[in-house]
């Protein structure tokens, strides 16, 4: 199959959203450059989340990645999380994966319901047509006590709600990285370095035998400002992959179970 490069609009997409993530993760550009910095790392997938409400959901984020040379490569469903997600590919083997996820929101309570349809009434089409979608930030108002109501139903609706549209985490390609070649060395390399990895479930998630392991810094907490209140709240991560083979080939998916408890890595703990 012949490499597609991707075109210049596609990777200054990939930048901004970069820049966008660091504002809130700015350990990520630390351990960026622990690992070798540009040239060095390469991005093994970001995730983003949204609603499934028809004006938000996954093919609006989509479009404008299969725009710039994306195809859909798979789907998946996380049912106590009430989620479904989809990842999407580029030819070039430089892009990384995105993985897309939204809240199937209808099976919540009626409050959670008027809630999140509150906040996507307040998005013009034009912000879902604009370049910058996918690093927006929120398009909406929102109150501290809305953020709570969110919160005490889906630690998921509580994060798009204080954040909105933009990369809740990127992921080093460990495959990528010279120096390395497990998992626990680069945990190792963190810890050493100061870093607190999330530890549900213990540090790695996956296997060698399903595919993939992946680990996880805990979200920064950054401040949100909401219409009442200023508050401390965790905001992105960084995320570590390592592809093993599978009869014969590399594992290029993602593992629901793992995925689960990497989306923990921005739970709320208030003292
Ligand atoms: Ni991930």
């Known amino acids: 199959m012949a490499i597609v490069k991707a075109d210049i609009k596609t990777v200054r997409l990939f930048e901004a959203m970069w820049q966008d993530y660091l504002e809130l993760n700015p350990d990520a550009q630390n351990i960026y450059a622990l690992f070798g910095g540009a040239g060095q790392v390469i991005n093994d997938h970001i995730a983003l989340r949204t609603f499934n409400l028809p004006e938000v959901n996954i093919e609006k984020l989509a479009r404008p990645l299969l725009a710039g040379g ?9 049912e106590q999380k009430k989620l479904k997600a989809k990842h999407f590919k580029h030819p070039d083997p430089l892009m990384p994966k995105v993985f897309i996820s939204e809240l199937l929101v209808e099976q919540f309570s009626k409050e959670l319901q008027d809630a999140v349809a509150d906040l996507v009434a307040q998005v013009k089409p034009q912000v879902v047509n604009a370049d910058n979608f996918l690093h927006c930030g929120k398009p909406w108002q929102i109150s501290f006590s809305t953020y709570r109501k969110l919160l005490a139903e889906s630690e998921y609706a509580a994060w798009v709600g204080a954040f909105g549209f933009r990369p809740n985490h990127f992921t080093v390609s460990i495959n990528h990285l010279k120096q390395f070649d497990c998992i626990d060395e680069v945990n190792q390399l ?7 990895l999330n530890s549900v479930n213990g540090l790695v998630k996956g296997s060698g035998l399903i595919g993939l392991q992946q680990s996880s810094t805990l979200a920064n907490m950054v401040d949100v400002t909401f219409t009442d209140f200023t508050v401390k709240i965790p905001s992105c991560f960084y995320e570590f992959a390592l ?6 080939e590399l594992f290029e998916g993602f593992v629901a179970d793992s995925a689960d408890k990497i989306f923990e890595s921005t739970d709320v703990k208030f003292a």
């Open 70 to 78: 994306y195809v859909e490569a798979a789907s998946y469903e996380f």
């Open 190 to 196: 963190l810890l050493d370095n100061g870093f607190r």
């Open 243 to 248: 592809r093993h083979k599978v009869n014969g």
